[in-house]
């Protein structure tokens, strides 16, 4: 609406009672707006007289019943208020354009409108006041002699919009040079559909310039960033390398670090940008693999003969995670000198409704589970069923067992069992086949079909595929008990084992070389989907290295996450060199999918901040960046929507962070421990690393007599091959 319009001209059939036709007298329409779609009605007014909650009701029934709305919606301001508002404005300095101090006037008169987001504006708004940064621009002369035309192209990052305007000649020659990319313009103007009709584009009345205002880190001691992406970073990132370290530069960052995973393409880049400005950090994330954990297959320090009795079993969950979901059903069978012997089955009632997509992979219902015992009582039983002195076995025990321990931990029992994992066991064993899920291993063996995601079923062909591969240790390996299997498997195949990521920090010219040989190695010799390092090279080539633990994919998160005992974390952690706790946004995934909530995500990162008290190592937030701002966080959805992920809109906040809104992420961790992994130990890594040139100086590329001549001569060949001899003259051109 352009104009204030008195209220009973706009709404003069109302029926009202009189006492409320007295309060509206004077009344005017500020604006009004009607949602088709939704048949609803948004309302601001400016009254003389104040207005109670029952009169609002009042007029609220009759406008809807007038006009046949849904929903009416008021924004009522008094008279005497306003004006009180308008005498304030008045006397204030005016307000600055776009967020910045204005700058010079290009067109038209300054412009005090603040603006809108760009993601809002249609035709419908007529009149529109837009800020943003320039990306394109061009003035340039049309056909028709005299008429110049001024297209420029902006963006405020929630959407963008072209701003259109014919001009003479003289209009043109004022603005020659004075509008070029990457400034920031505020522009007032009409909404106007483009010449085909197909967009909208802004004619301008006004043309400001603002001065667009950075983010600035003005903590007194500032962070360090850890664990950083570039766009070398195997299509995951969008940082530029020479941008955010100029942005480092700037907020007085004292270094930084480049991790991408498992290369070093951005190492010279960033040397280049960094000068004797700021410390470099060289690293990467790496794929670790381990493939020397003397407990990879066999879990625990008990040993038994393979006549001892197993107990081969399997659980159905309402889902992935132990600590919140719980289990429907558990399936066993014991295993005794190469038979199965025994069974045990039952439903266990989750006290949740299963969800329908658990239901089609496993065919258990909310019927099937009602009246079934609950999870104390049923995991009693089933320990009772195993007795005290035997060592169950799962296929990804790591899963099951979890559930268990789970249920233990909340119902004061203890979990005392030795386990063995037959996924290990057949990713070392059987090298030829195509994949160790359960269907896959028993199809392998020449077993009969059985009905998968049933718990019953699964523990029955689990002691099938035990008893067979006991049969095989003993046949080709000459193994006798259990304490042998780990060191006869010795870790197997790093191609086919799961890899976890890992931070590793370059700390002097040995450790370059080394970190060099391992992304070397990685990708000539244990290449599988990605460039893996197993711990056994690490191991050897770890001096002049720092390595760190990593995000939510690292080898101890997912060990808390799967509620590993804190005797087996503290294994794990002291592998590293310190330990990585990153912001909850970065991991608000897993709250959306059902794995935890908003609170146990802070309970992990709790877990990692004791762990390191514990062992005496520091612990350090990083961002785990992949964009420079939060406004990259468009363009990575782009990217990740390319590689198929459902979720790329689901942006998390992988941006460089300063050094208090870092500070903020972690506030939960209490004041003095958010400043110890924020700033202090994040400064005390940086400290421990030397500055290091990623290219010695002497070091060129290899020279070879005649390459360039030999290289012109296939080139020139080939092409006229293709094209013919003489070549087109584009072609040779």
């Not at 990306?135 to 420029?152: A, D, I, K, N």
Request: glycine share 6%; aromatic share 8%; with cysteine.
């Amino acid at each position: 609406m352009s104009r204030e319009i008195p209220f009973f001209e706009l709404f003069a059939q109302l029926q009202l009672s009189p006492e409320l036709r007295l309060k509206l007298l004077g009344a005017v329409i500020a604006s009004a707006c009607i949602h088709q779609d939704t048949l609803s009605m948004e309302l601001a007014m400016i009254v003389k007289h104040p207005l109670e909650p029952s009169d609002l009701d009042e007029l609220n029934s009759a406008i809807r019943n007038g006009y046949g709305l849904n929903e009416v919606r008021f924004r009522v301001t008094l008279k005497e208020e306003q004006l009180s508002s308008q005498r304030k404005a008045a006397a204030a300095p005016s307000a600055p354009s776009g967020g910045g101090p204005s700058g010079p006037v290009l067109m038209g008169n300054p412009i005090k409108v603040k603006p809108v987001e760009m993601k809002t504006l249609d035709l419908k708004m007529g009149n529109a006041t837009v800020s943003g940064k320039v990306f394109s621009v061009e003035c340039v002369e049309t056909r028709r002699p005299g008429m110049w035309r001024l297209h420029v192209e902006m963006t405020d990052y929630t959407s963008s919009v072209a701003v259109h305007k014919n001009l003479t000649e003289k209009e043109a020659k004022g603005l020659d040079g004075k509008i070029n990319p990457g400034m920031w313009l505020c522009v007032q103007g009409k909404m106007e559909p483009t010449w085909d009709g197909k967009d909208i584009q802004l004619n301008p009345y006004h043309i400001n310039v603002i001065q667009h205002e950075e983010r600035q880190d003005t903590a007194p001691v500032k962070r360090v960033e850890l664990h950083l992406h570039t766009k070398m970073s195997n299509m995951d990132a969008l940082t530029d390398t020479k941008e955010v370290i100029k942005e480092a530069i700037r907020w007085g960052h004292p270094a930084i670090a480049i991790t991408d995973h498992g290369v070093a393409q951005s190492f010279p880049d960033a040397w280049h940008a960094a000068g004797d400005k700021i410390k470099i950090l060289y690293g990467v994330e790496g794929y670790f693999v381990n493939n020397l954990d003397d407990r990879i297959a066999v879990h625990g320090d008990r040993d038994f003969d393979f006549d001892h009795e197993f107990v081969a079993f399997d659980l159905e969950t309402t889902g992935l995670s132990s600590g919140k979901e719980r289990i429907t059903e558990i399936g066993a069978v014991r295993v005794h000198n190469g038979e199965i012997t025994e069974s045990f089955n039952t439903f266990v009632d989750p006290e949740k409704p299963i969800p329908a997509k658990i239901t089609e992979l496993t065919g258990i219902t909310d019927e099937m589970v009602a009246g079934a015992p609950k999870e104390e009582e049923a995991v009693r039983k089933f320990f009772e069923f195993c007795g005290e002195d035997v060592i169950l076995v799962a296929h990804n025990a790591n899963f099951d067992t979890s559930f268990l321990r789970a249920v233990c931990s909340r119902h004061d029992m203890t979990f005392p069992y030795v386990y063995i994992d037959t996924v290990a066991m057949c990713r070392s064993m059987l090298t030829d086949i195509k994949n160790c899920k359960l269907d896959t291993v028993a199809k392998y063996l020449k077993l009969k079909p059985f009905n998968h995601h049933r718990a019953c079923d699964d523990a029955a062909v689990l002691g099938e595929i035990f008893i067979n591969l006991i049969q095989r240790l003993v046949d080709d390996f000459k193994l006798t008990d259990v304490k042998q299997i780990n060191t006869a498997l010795a870790g197997g195949d790093p191609k086919k084992l799961p890899t976890y990521h890992q931070i590793i920090l370059v700390k002097n010219l040995v450790g370059l070389k080394n970190l060099y040989k391992l992304i070397s190695f990685g990708h000539l010799n244990y290449f599988y989907k990605r460039p893996r390092t197993p711990k056994s090279v690490l191991n050897r080539y770890r001096e002049g290295l720092i390595i760190g633990s990593a995000c939510e994919a690292g080898e101890l998160f997912r060990a808390i996450t799967r509620g590993e005992p804190w005797e087996k974390l503290l294994e794990i952690a002291s592998y590293y060199d310190y330990l990585e706790i990153q912001p909850l946004g970065n991991n608000m995934f897993m709250v959306r999918n059902g794995s935890c909530d908003i609170e146990q995500l802070k309970e992990y990162n709790r877990t990692i901040v004791k762990l390191g008290e514990k062992l005496k190592k520091p612990v350090v937030a990083t961002g785990d960046v992949h964009f420079k701002d939060p406004k990259d966080a468009a363009g990575r959805a782009i990217l990740m929507a390319g590689q198929g992920f459902t979720d790329a809109d689901e942006q998390a906040p992988l941006y460089m962070r300063t050094t208090d809104e870092m500070l903020k992420e972690f506030d939960y961790l209490g004041k003095e421990k958010a400043y110890e992994v924020v700033v202090t130990n994040t400064n005390k890594i940086a400290d421990m690393i030397e500055e290091i040139r990623p290219i010695p100086e002497g070091v060129f590329p290899p020279f070879i007599d005649g390459a360039e001549e030999q290289l012109n001569s296939i080139t020139w060949a080939r092409t006229k091959e293709k094209y013919g001899d003489p070549l087109p003259e584009i072609v040779e051109k």
